[in-house]
């Protein structure tokens, strides 16, 4: 009687924990002032002691409507804490939010003041309704928030804005990034490299759309904008400050902006005006005018060719004209030194080839 008891007690001791286990993972009616969470997969091993859950095959993570797949899952359902690799993709529709990655860890908030997060492991992809993009070797977003982490590689397109760098954050309305390769606004109509970008955004209320309120580049600055003539200028120096307030951007140390018409213009400081798209160069200022050698030789010669279809009388007449001005009118004179064209030092061979892509 008492084997069959001890044989009866341990039997319903396996069951009880049998259903606990079972339990855990089993869609559940909401609890009030508590966050549902459930895993499913083809194979699920848990330890009703430690709260660890290993599981294998078709694994499935659901949190408050979001979902999370992959081929393998391990975590702690207590820390609220689970771990998700082999092709990983997730949906968050309540911020319009998907993600594709190698493997992402899930982590919830035991404090409720957020969403908890999700960071992701390579070759992530996370984008948001209805353009948004993000790719980076790594991202850590915090859900419910547009506040994330991205390091590799990163290549994002928010809204009116994208960027190329080696890393990446927003915390807020700011943001900050480190050896950017390129930032575009689209709306300020302007693009910009730098090794460190901070800035600041703030939401239009016309259109809704988050727009750029002030920023600064420090170190390797190149900006590059189209004037008003539809030309392009590369502005290049230390640093850059952006200020929507002032509608200005201006860039200073040892600046340089050379046009793809060929003038170059060097300063202590250039200031870009918004409005007019014209450039302000203030302190030891230097302009260089870049003269096509070739073009003018072809001129010389059609000058000459034309001439000698000329009749005497009109050359005559034109020797008569030219003697009555200051300046010579033959182009067969040799011009002064001052009007001898300026060699292209002034640009880098880097700079010259930007020059011919106009």
């Avoid at 081929?71 to 997730?90: D, L, P």
């Avoid at 968050?92 to 939010?97: A, C, I, N």
């Avoid at 993000?134 to 804005?161: C, H, I, M, P």
Wanted: glycine share 6%; aromatic share 6%.
């Amino acid at each position: 009687m008492t084997i069959r008891k001890k044989h009866a007690a341990a039997l319903l001791l396996a069951a009880i924990c049998a259903l606990t286990a079972s339990a855990v993972f089993a869609a559940v009616q909401p609890v009030p002032g508590k966050t549902q969470s459930t895993l499913s997969a083809d194979d699920i091993q848990y330890n009703v002691n430690t709260n660890e859950a290993h599981a294998k095959g078709n694994v499935i993570v659901k949190r408050e409507g979001s979902t999370l797949t992959g081929a393998e899952a391990h975590g702690n359902t207590e820390k609220e804490i689970m771990t998700i690799s082999g092709g990983v993709s997730g949906d968050f529709p309540e911020k319009g939010v998907k993600l594709v990655a190698d493997s992402a860890t899930w982590t919830g908030d035991k404090t409720k003041k957020t969403d908890g997060t999700v960071e992701a492991f390579g070759k992530v992809l996370l984008t948001r309704a209805p353009k948004d993009r993000l790719n980076a070797d790594y991202v850590l977003w915090q859900l419910g928030t547009e506040d994330y982490k991205a390091r590799g590689s990163v290549d994002g397109v928010f809204e009116n804005r994208a960027l190329k760098a080696a890393e990446a954050t927003r915390t807020g309305n700011k943001f900050w990034a480190r050896d950017v390769k390129r930032y575009e606004d689209m709306i300020q109509k302007f693009v910009l490299s730098a090794k460190t970008l901070d800035g600041v955004l703030v939401k239009d209320e016309k259109t809704g759309q988050e727009t750029l309120q002030e920023m600064t580049a420090d170190k390797n600055v190149v900006f590059d904008y189209v004037d008003k003539e539809g030309l392009k200028t590369r502005v290049t120096g230390d640093k850059a400050l952006y200020s929507k307030a002032r509608g200005t951007i201006v860039v200073s140390g040892n600046s340089k902006a050379v046009r793809s018409d060929g003038k170059v213009v060097t300063a202590d400081t250039m200031v870009m005006h918004e409005d007019t798209r014209n450039i302000e160069a203030k302190g030891n200022s230097k302009i260089t005018f870049i003269v096509d050698d070739k073009k003018k030789n072809e001129d010389k010669k059609d000058g000459k060719a034309a001439n000698k279809k000329e009749s005497k009388s009109d050359v005559k007449t034109k020797k008569n004209d030219a003697e009555k001005i200051s300046e010579p009118a033959s182009s067969d004179k040799k011009p002064e030194k001052s009007e001898k064209p300026v060699k292209d030092s002034a640009m880098s061979d880097s700079e010259k080839s930007w020059v011919e892509q106009k």
